[in-house]
Nanobody, 124 residues
Framework: QVQLVESGGVLVQAGGSLRLSCAASGLTFTNYVMGWFRQAPGKEREFVAGTSWNGDITYYADSVKGRFTISRDNAKNTVYLRMNSLKPEDTAVYYC?????????????????WGQGTQVTVSS
């Protein structure tokens, strides 16, 4: 059974830091580009960050560039999102997703495997 399970979402104060994890199972992890997306109430799901199969290529939304870092540990079938200098506008449900491709993209429909999401709330 293919599964992505996110963890690490909590309530944090503005300016704080957080690390999200996404553990993958039931798939050959290195065959997949991995991405993080987020969705705030009443808004569309938006791309946050993506990484190539070996982590050599990363891609970020402008809104998080310089504050967030995506990384992956292929030995643990896990992708991470390190979030620093958090802002209230970062509040959302964060999802990890997998795309069986070599190209890192920001298009949600390219990703065919999704986790259930983890809530991140940033208080002002």
């Amino acid at each position: 059974q293919v599964q992505l399970v996110e963890s690490g979402g909590v309530l944090v104060q503005a300016g704080g830091s957080l690390r999200l994890s996404c553990a993958a199972s039931g798939l050959t992890f290195t065959n997949y580009v991995m991405g993080w997306f987020r969705q705030a109430p009443g808004k569309e799901r938006e791309f946050v960050a993506g990484t190539s199969w070996n982590g050599d290529i990363t891609y970020y939304a402008d809104s998080v560039k310089g504050r967030f870092t995506i990384s992956r540990d292929n030995a643990k079938n896990t992708v991470y999102l390190r979030m620093n200098s958090l802002k209230p506008e970062d509040t959302a449900v964060y999802y990890c997703a997998a795309d069986e491709s070599w190209l890192v993209t920001a298009i949600p429909s390219n990703y065919n495997i999704w986790g259930q999401g983890t809530q991140v709330t940033v208080s002002s």
